[in-house]
């Protein structure tokens, strides 16, 4: 695809990489071109002790091996390690910490990560602070000396801000021993490398993008750090948030078609921003590719591109925001993100309900907020889906009450803009428009 002007170039081999990094057919006696799934859980030792680099499948197993290397390699980074799930990978990050210990969590990220630390990791003694770490003072002004712990998205889910990870890492970087978090899993390591400027751990939920495929639950962290390696493979092991070489297999295999596919979601999720953008039943559109977005240059700056993940404000009420999710025909309404297949989503009633009512509120995670995981499929059939579904939820009658210049004009405007073929009663109408506004869906 040709992308939009102003993105960084993607990096270079990335395709080669991810077919051929930690894939050697020779470290196999059988020569496999493709891994094959380990599923052994123990492994023969030549002597008490001394064994051929496994010895126990919750300690180590090939499969897992393979994938973890081929990850690293995306990532730029010198060691990556597999987890059961994304929670199973933040939850041995932050076993790194003690009680007493204060984390500085972004205010807007995934419910489960929100939920995770204000009530879990909360009662086992860690400070919390939710802080908008896309405004870099407030970052500085949150960290105190018992800070040991920043956690960030960029971009965001679901309002899509963009963190400055090289800003930030500066900022943490200087005030000591803190630990610089980048859950990446939006991004990818196809558009992104947050350890390339500046953060100490790159973490994804590798369900999403990383697999992409719908098939997998899965974490991955990558680190340059020999000390936080050793304490993660520790905890990794002592933890036993391991996932199944099975998922191993799966997600090493989505990997090999990493590039192809989020070149697509950003095609595909370029063309349904700029479609929501023009569409007079839409509010709002937060996308990082468009020049719209606040933070566009920075997104610019710091990636290569943006995925499929798009959210808007549909005008209107949750009546109408239920009422598009109802007509849509190939998005599907599903949680989760990043596969092949286009979902659809209401954070505020769906992934974000954990959230408090008045975080939700500061955050703009409103009732009309729809969130957007755009998949592969063809974009006209895409566009279409959208279209009828828009047309079906917000009616011309209350779409007027947003678009009319003179709502309490309600025959002339009608008839000017040929609404009277459309709506035959518009004649008889009398009293201001606004009052019929949403009566009609």
Known sequence: MQKPGGFLPSFPRFATQAIHAGQDPEQWSSRAVVPPISMATTFKQEAPGRHAGFEYGRSGNPTRNCLERAVAALDGAKHCLAFASGLAATVSITHLLKAGDHVICMDDVYGG????????????????????????Q????AITPETKLVWTETPTNPVMKIIDIEACAHIIHKRGDIIFVVDNTFMSAYFQRPLALGAD????????????????????????????????????????TVPSPIDCYLCNRGLKTLQIRMERHFENGMAVARFLESNPRVEKVIYPGLPSHP????????????????????????????TFLKHL?????????????????????????????????????????????????????????????????????????????????????????????KLPAASLLSGPLRSLGGTLK
């Open 113 to 136: 990560t929100n939920r995770y630390f204000r009530q879990v990791a909360a009662e086992f003694g860690l400070k919390i602070s939710f802080v908008d770490c896309s405004q870099t």
């Open 138 to 141: 407030l970052l500085e002004a």
């Open 201 to 240: 751990i790159c973490m994804y939920s590798a369900t999403k993008y990383m697999n992409g495929h719908s098939d997998v639950v899965m974490g991955l962290v990558s680190v340059n750090s020999e000390d936080l390696h050793n304490r993660l493979r520790f905890l990794q092991n002592s933890l036993g």
């Open 295 to 322: 933070q566009h240059e920075l997104a610019k700056r710091q990636s290569t591109g943006c995925p499929g993940m798009v959210t808007f404000f549909i005008k209107g009420t949750l009546q109408h925001a239920e």
């Open 329 to 421: 025909k190939l998005f599907t309404l599903a949680e989760s993100l990043g596969g092949y297949e286009s979902l659809v989503e209401l954070p505020a009633i769906m992934t974000h309900a954990s959230v408090p009512k008045s975080d939700r509120d500061i955050l703009g995670i409103s009732d009309k907020l729809v969130r957007l995981s755009v998949g592969l499929e063809d974009i006209k059939d895409l566009l279409e889906d959208l279209d009828q579904a828009l047309k079906a939820a917000v009616s011309f009658i209350t779409l007027c009450v947003y678009v009319c210049a003179s709502p309490l004009k309600c025959k002339s405007q009608l008839a000017s803009q040929s609404c009277a073929e």
